[in-house]
C-alpha cells in the first residue's frame, strides 16, 4: 500500500474532509483494502478468413450461447426493474440492424465472425456515445457488455471476475451489468468506479445486492493502488482514502449502527410503520410486475405506491392489448389483496422510449413529448390502458395516477378520456370501482407551484423525487459530470416537497413520496417532520425504513425538518441529520 504521510491541520475538523467524492449511488458504509478491476479484453484472431458460411455459424452458436448465459443472469434477479436489464440485453443480440451489418462484415469483406462482430460493436457503441439522448448514450454500455460477452464466446477467453483475495472494496473504470450481478457482496464490501451514475444498470443492481457504491468518482481513483485502505459512503458519495484512525472508528461506529439496524429490522418488517409517539405512516412499494409482488409483501409492503406499466410495455415487441394488461393487473391486485395498488400511467418517452412506436429522436427527450403530453396525442393508446385499470379495479383496491402533469388543463384533458372511458364501460355494462381514487405525480416544478390548483382536481399526490430535483437543479441525473446536483436533499427540493404537502393538506388530500428519496435513511425523519402520508419505495428498502421512523417522535421529525430547511446545501442536510442519530 502507499503510505502518504498525514499533516494535521491547524483547526482539526470533526469530520475530516473526503479524499474523492462522486455519485451516491447505493447506501451504506463500506470499509476495506482496494481491489483494482480492469478486464481485459478478448485478443482477436487474423481477421481474414476462407469460409463465411462456417464462420456465420460459429456466431449464431456463440449468440444462442449468449442468450441462454443471459437467461440465466435474468433468472438471478429479484426485481422487475433489474429484470429489464437484461430482457434488453436480449433484444440486443436480436437486433436486425447489428445481425445484418455484421452479416455484411462476414460475407462481403471476408472477415471473421469475431473480427465481424467487434467492428460492428465497436461502431454501434461510439454512435450512441455521440448522441445526446441520455437514454441511448447510456445504452452504449449494455451494447457493449452484450458485445463482449459474445465476443469471449467466439475467441475462448473465460470472462474473468474480480480476485477479491480478502472482502474490501472493488475499485474500476466502470462496471457493467453482467459483472455487477455477479459480485458477491460477502467478497465486495462497497463499489467506486470512475464513470456512472445513480440510474446506471450497475447501480441499480448494487442496490439490490445490498452493496454500498459511490460512481462517477473521476480518474484520480485509478491512482489509488491495490491494497490501500478505502472508506466510502454510499449516502454521502464521499470516499476517503487511508483515513486517520480517529475517523476510521468513528465510521466503523456508523457502519455497524446501521447494519444492527436493517439485522434488526427484519423480523419485525410486517409491523406498522410508527414513531416513538405512535404516528403511522403507511409504507408501500415501488414495483414493475407480478414478480415484485411477493418480495414487497415479504418485506412488509402495505401496499403498492407505484406500478410502473412501462415495464409491461417495454418488455414487449408490439403494443399490449386491453385483455393483455387487464390480465396483469387483475393478477397483480389478486396476489397484493386486500392491499391497495396505485397503477401509475404509462410514462414513456425521455429516459424510457418504446421502439415500437417509432417516435422521432428529439434534441432534449428530458424535456420533450413524454408522459401526459405523449398520451394526449395518442388517445387510442391513453384510452386503452385507462379500460384495462378500470375493468380491473372491480373487486380490488386500485388507484390510478398520471405522471408528468405540468399544468391544470393536462390533468382536466387527462380526466376527461378518463370520463369518456367510464361513459363507455356503463353503457356496455361492463362492471368497474366508479369511486377509484385518481392522482397525478409532483414531478415538475410548475406543478408544486400550482399544487393549490392541482390539489381540487385529484384525491392525491404522488412527489416523485427523482424527476423533481432533476428539473428543479437543471442537471441531467444521467450525466455524470452533473448528476450530483440533482440531489433531492438539497433544501430548495425539500421546500418544494413542503409547500406540496402544505397545498394538499390544505383541501383535505393525501400525499406520498415515491422516488430514490422515500427509501433514504437520512431523509425518513426529514419526510415525516414535513408531514408526507405515504411512502413508497424499493421493496428490499421497507425493512430499515421502517426501524428508522421507531426512532424517533413527531415532534423531532418535525424539529428536524424546519431546521433543514434553513440550511445552505443537501451536505449540511446530512451532517445534521447524522448528529442527531450518532
Given at each position: 500500500?502507499?503510505?502518504?504521510?498525514?499533516?494535521?491541520?491547524?483547526?482539526?475538523?470533526?469530520?475530516?474532509?473526503?479524499?474523492?467524492?462522486?455519485i451516491p449511488t447505493s447506501p451504506g458504509i463500506?470499509?476495506?483494502?482496494?481491489?483494482?478491476?480492469?478486464?481485459?479484453?478478448?485478443?482477436?484472431?487474423?481477421?481474414?478468413?476462407?469460409?463465411?458460411?462456417?464462420?456465420?455459424?460459429?456466431?449464431?452458436?456463440?449468440?444462442?450461447?449468449?442468450?441462454?448465459?443471459?437467461?440465466?443472469?435474468?433468472?438471478?434477479?429479484?426485481?422487475?426493474?433489474?429484470?429489464?436489464?437484461?430482457?434488453?440485453?436480449?433484444?440486443?443480440?436480436?437486433?436486425?440492424?447489428?445481425l445484418e451489418a455484421t452479416h455484411q462484415q462476414?460475407?462481403?469483406?471476408?472477415?471473421?465472425?469475431?473480427?465481424?462482430?467487434?467492428?460492428?460493436?465497436?461502431?454501434?457503441?461510439?454512435?450512441?456515445?455521440?448522441?445526446?439522448?441520455?437514454?441511448?448514450?447510456?445504452?452504449?454500455?449494455?451494447?457493449?457488455?452484450?458485445?463482449?460477452?459474445?465476443?469471449?464466446?467466439?475467441?475462448?477467453?473465460?470472462?474473468?471476475?474480480?480476485?477479491?483475495?480478502?472482502?474490501?472494496?472493488?475499485?474500476?473504470?466502470?462496471?457493467?451489468?453482467?459483472?455487477?450481478?455477479?459480485?458477491?457482496?460477502?467478497?465486495?464490501?462497497?463499489?467506486?468506479?470512475?464513470?456512472?451514475?445513480?440510474?446506471?444498470?450497475?447501480?441499480?443492481?448494487?442496490?439490490?445486492?445490498?452493496?454500498?457504491?459511490?460512481?462517477?468518482?473521476?480518474?484520480?481513483?485509478?491512482?489509488?493502488?491495490?491494497?490501500?485502505?478505502?472508506?466510502?459512503?454510499?449516502?454521502?458519495?464521499?470516499?476517503?482514502?487511508?483515513?486517520?484512525?480517529?475517523?476510521?472508528?468513528?465510521?466503523?461506529?456508523?457502519?455497524?449502527?446501521?447494519?444492527?439496524?436493517?439485522?434488526?429490522?427484519?423480523?419485525?418488517?410486517?409491523?406498522?410503520?410508527?414513531?416513538?409517539?405512535?404516528?403511522?405512516?403507511?409504507?408501500?412499494?415501488?414495483?414493475?410486475?407480478?414478480?415484485?409482488?411477493?418480495?414487497?409483501?415479504?418485506?412488509?409492503?402495505?401496499?403498492?405506491?407505484?406500478?410502473?406499466?412501462?415495464?409491461?410495455?417495454?418488455?414487449?415487441?408490439?403494443?399490449?392489448?386491453?385483455?393483455?394488461?387487464?390480465?396483469?393487473?387483475?393478477?397483480?391486485?389478486?396476489?397484493?389483496?386486500?392491499?391497495?395498488?396505485?397503477?401509475?400511467?404509462?410514462?414513456?418517452?425521455?429516459?424510457?422510449?418504446?421502439?415500437?412506436?417509432?417516435?422521432?429522436?428529439?434534441?432534449?427527450?428530458?424535456?420533450?413529448?413524454?408522459?401526459?403530453?405523449?398520451?394526449?396525442?395518442?388517445?387510442?393508446?391513453?384510452?386503452?390502458?385507462?379500460?384495462?385499470?378500470?375493468?380491473?379495479?372491480?373487486?380490488?383496491?386500485?388507484?390510478?395516477?398520471?405522471?408528468?402533469?405540468?399544468?391544470?388543463?393536462?390533468?382536466?384533458?387527462?380526466?376527461?378520456?378518463?370520463?369518456?372511458?367510464?361513459?363507455?364501460?356503463?353503457?356496455?355494462?361492463?362492471?368497474?370501482?366508479?369511486?377509484?381514487?385518481?392522482?397525478?405525480?409532483?414531478?415538475?416544478?410548475?406543478?408544486?407551484?400550482?399544487?393549490?390548483?392541482?390539489?381540487?382536481?385529484?384525491?392525491?399526490?404522488?412527489?416523485?423525487?427523482?424527476?423533481?430535483?432533476?428539473?428543479?437543479?437543471?442537471?441531467?441525473?444521467?450525466?455524470?459530470?452533473?448528476?450530483?446536483?440533482?440531489?433531492?436533499?438539497?433544501?430548495?427540493?425539500?421546500?418544494?416537497?413542503?409547500?406540496?404537502?402544505?397545498?394538499?393538506?390544505?383541501?383535505?388530500?393525501?400525499?406520498?413520496?415515491?422516488?430514490?428519496?422515500?427509501?433514504?435513511?437520512?431523509?425518513?425523519?426529514?419526510?415525516?417532520?414535513?408531514?408526507?402520508?405515504?411512502?413508497?419505495?424499493?421493496?428490499?428498502?421497507?425493512?430499515?425504513?421502517?426501524?428508522?421512523?421507531?426512532?424517533?417522535?413527531?415532534?423531532?421529525?418535525?424539529?428536524?425538518?424546519?431546521?433543514?430547511?434553513?440550511?445552505?446545501?443537501?451536505?449540511?442536510?446530512?451532517?445534521?441529520?447524522?448528529?442527531?442519530?450518532?
Open positions: 500500500p502507499t503510505n502518504h504521510p498525514l499533516h494535521p491541520l491547524p483547526n482539526p475538523l470533526p469530520h475530516p474532509l473526503p479524499t474523492l467524492s462522486g463500506a470499509i476495506g483494502p482496494a481491489t483494482l478491476y480492469q478486464p481485459k479484453l478478448p485478443e482477436l484472431p487474423e481477421p481474414l478468413l476462407d469460409d463465411p458460411k462456417r464462420s456465420w455459424q460459429e456466431l449464431q452458436t456463440a449468440i444462442k450461447t449468449a442468450q441462454n448465459q443471459i437467461q440465466t443472469l435474468h433468472q438471478k434477479v429479484a426485481t422487475s426493474e433489474e429484470a429489464a436489464i437484461f430482457d434488453a440485453h436480449l433484444l440486443i443480440l436480436q437486433d436486425p440492424t447489428l462476414i460475407f462481403e469483406h471476408s472477415l471473421c465472425a469475431a473480427a465481424a462482430w467487434h467492428t460492428v460493436i465497436e461502431q454501434t457503441v461510439n454512435t450512441y456515445k455521440k448522441l445526446d439522448d441520455p437514454y441511448l448514450k447510456a445504452r452504449a454500455v449494455d451494447v457493449s457488455d452484450v458485445g463482449q460477452r459474445v465476443l469471449r464466446l467466439l475467441t475462448g477467453i473465460v470472462a474473468v471476475l474480480p480476485d477479491m483475495q480478502e472482502p474490501g472494496i472493488l475499485i474500476a473504470t466502470d462496471l457493467t451489468p453482467s459483472s455487477t450481478v455477479e459480485l458477491d457482496p460477502n467478497k465486495v464490501l462497497g463499489i467506486c468506479t470512475v464513470a456512472g451514475s445513480a440510474m446506471s444498470h450497475a447501480a441499480i443492481l448494487a442496490r439490490s445486492l445490498g452493496i454500498p457504491a459511490v460512481m462517477g468518482v473521476g480518474n484520480e481513483l485509478l491512482h489509488v493502488e491495490n491494497g490501500t485502505l478505502l472508506a466510502l459512503d454510499g449516502e454521502t458519495g464521499n470516499v476517503w482514502i487511508e483515513p486517520d484512525e480517529a475517523h476510521l472508528k468513528e465510521l466503523q461506529i456508523k457502519r455497524d449502527s446501521k447494519l444492527n439496524t436493517i439485522q434488526a429490522s427484519r423480523p419485525n418488517a410486517h409491523e406498522s410503520a410508527k414513531t416513538k409517539d405512535g404516528h403511522s405512516v403507511k409504507i408501500m412499494a415501488n414495483i414493475g410486475g407480478l414478480s415484485d409482488v411477493e418480495i414487497a409483501l415479504k418485506n412488509g409492503a402495505e401496499g403498492v405506491g407505484l406500478l410502473r406499466s412501462e415495464f409491461i410495455y417495454l418488455q414487449r415487441t408490439s403494443l399490449p392489448t386491453e385483455d393483455e394488461l387487464l390480465e396483469v393487473y387483475q393478477a397483480i391486485a389478486q396476489s397484493l389483496s386486500p392491499h391497495p395498488l396505485i397503477i401509475r400511467i404509462l410514462d414513456i418517452g425521455g429516459d424510457k422510449p418504446l421502439p415500437y412506436l417509432n417516435l422521432e429522436p428529439e434534441t432534449n427527450p428530458f424535456l420533450g413529448w413524454r408522459g401526459i403530453r405523449l398520451l394526449l396525442d395518442y388517445p387510442e393508446l391513453l384510452k386503452t390502458q385507462l379500460r384495462a385499470i378500470l375493468r380491473a379495479s372491480y373487486g380490488y383496491s386500485i388507484k390510478i395516477m398520471f405522471p408528468m402533469i405540468a399544468s391544470v388543463r393536462e390533468i382536466r384533458a387527462a380526466k376527461v378520456v378518463l370520463s369518456t372511458v367510464q361513459t363507455e364501460l356503463r353503457q356496455a355494462g361492463i362492471p368497474f370501482n366508479g369511486t377509484m381514487e385518481v392522482g397525478i405525480m409532483i414531478e415538475v416544478p410548475s406543478s408544486v407551484t400550482i399544487a393549490d390548483q392541482l390539489a381540487t382536481e385529484v384525491d392525491f399526490f404522488s412527489i416523485g423525487t427523482n424527476d423533481l430535483s432533476q428539473y428543479s437543479m437543471a442537471a441531467d441525473r444521467t450525466n455524470p459530470k452533473v448528476a450530483s446536483l440533482a440531489d433531492a436533499l438539497e433544501p430548495a427540493i425539500l421546500r418544494m416537497i413542503q409547500q406540496t404537502i402544505i397545498a394538499a393538506h390544505n383541501v383535505g388530500i393525501w400525499v406520498s413520496v415515491c422516488g430514490e428519496l422515500a427509501s433514504s435513511s437520512v431523509a425518513t425523519p426529514i419526510l415525516i417532520g414535513l408531514g408526507v402520508d405515504e411512502l413508497s419505495m424499493n421493496p428490499l428498502a421497507i425493512p430499515g425504513v421502517k426501524a428508522t421512523i421507531s426512532q424517533f417522535s413527531m415532534n423531532e421529525a418535525e424539529a428536524i425538518a424546519h431546521h433543514v430547511l434553513q440550511l445552505d446545501s443537501a451536505q449540511s442536510v446530512r451532517e445534521y441529520v447524522a448528529t442527531k442519530f450518532s
